[in-house]
């Protein structure tokens, strides 16, 4: 039975950093619960997330709703379904392009960077003289990037579904040659407020899950450089995968069978 003992030694390892994760987790939402709050940090983070990957955001979506038209065009074309592009967009955009390539995206810039200022702090000291100063680095250096996350990344999707759709729109009228007038009625038409709301639910999360990753893994770096490293790749590796782990339960929740 020796075979066994590296399965069960790996099984455990994995629950137990799942727990250490949700002990983290809870740490970092529980210090909202009472005074102080850091509004400071908090305004600092929501910009740095929202304002700040606006571009990287808008290029990605104008350019994949641009790409997505024409190979919709080139799949349909053979079956005569021209008329089903607008749909196939606008359908793709808001479920699932829109909100797992922002979150991609935000998980290599903003993850990493999370994971590499605090991983920073914390093999400098700087965490343990916060500490020392009578200051929860919970409070001050995690909620205020988790609640940032949790609240901006759904914005960013806005956006980039209104941007994927125009690029969209753009190839098309331009490229396509489609009508302007009956391709946006195809869009409008066909889109519900639920294949909305779905995307905008997977924002909320990949954005949580994203700072969560970062700060996680800055806040339990070690080794110097090398750790700070680590941890910076170890994040957004982490926040990549439960992006698209959550993004098949969040599908399967509002679209399952």
């Not at 700040?52 to 709703?65: D, E, K, M, N, R």
């Not at 909100?99 to 903003?110: F, N, T, Y």
């Not at 996680?216 to 450089?225: I, Q, R, V």
Request: hydrophobic letters at 50%.
């Amino acid at each position: 039975m020796n075979f066994l003992q590296p399965i069960g030694r790996t099984f455990l390892g994995f629950l137990a950093a799942v727990g250490r994760l949700a002990l983290f987790a809870w740490q970092g939402m529980a210090a909202s619960v009472s005074p102080p709050w850091y509004g400071r940090q908090i305004g600092r983070q929501m910009v740095e997330i929202g304002y700040y990957s606006l571009p990287v955001v808008g290029l990605t979506a104008i350019f994949t709703g641009a790409v997505l038209a024409l190979q919709s065009y080139s799949g349909f074309s053979r079956f005569s379904a021209e008329s089903s592009i607008p749909t196939v967009v606008v359908l793709s955009i808001t479920r699932e392009l829109g909100p797992v390539l922002a979150g991609l995206m935000i998980a290599g810039r903003i993850g990493a960077s999370f994971a590499a200022e605090i991983g920073t702090m914390r093999v400098t000291e700087q965490i343990d003289a916060l500490i020392t100063l009578s200051t929860n680095p919970f409070k001050y250096l995690v909620f205020p990037r988790l609640l940032a996350g949790l609240l901006m990344l759904p914005l960013l999707v806005l956006v980039a579904d209104i941007i994927g759709v125009f690029g969209g729109y753009v190839v098309s009228v331009n490229k396509l040659c489609f009508s302007p007038g009956p391709y946006l009625k195809n869009t409008l038409d066909f889109l519900e407020v639920r294949d909305v709301v779905s995307g905008l639910v997977k924002a909320s999360a990949f954005g949580f899950i994203v700072a969560l990753m970062g700060c996680y893994h800055g806040y339990h770096s070690k080794g110097g450089a090398q750790g700070v490293g680590a941890a910076t790749t170890n994040a957004v590796v982490s926040a990549s995968i439960l992006i698209l782990l959550f993004n098949y339960f969040i599908t399967s929740l509002f679209f399952g069978t």
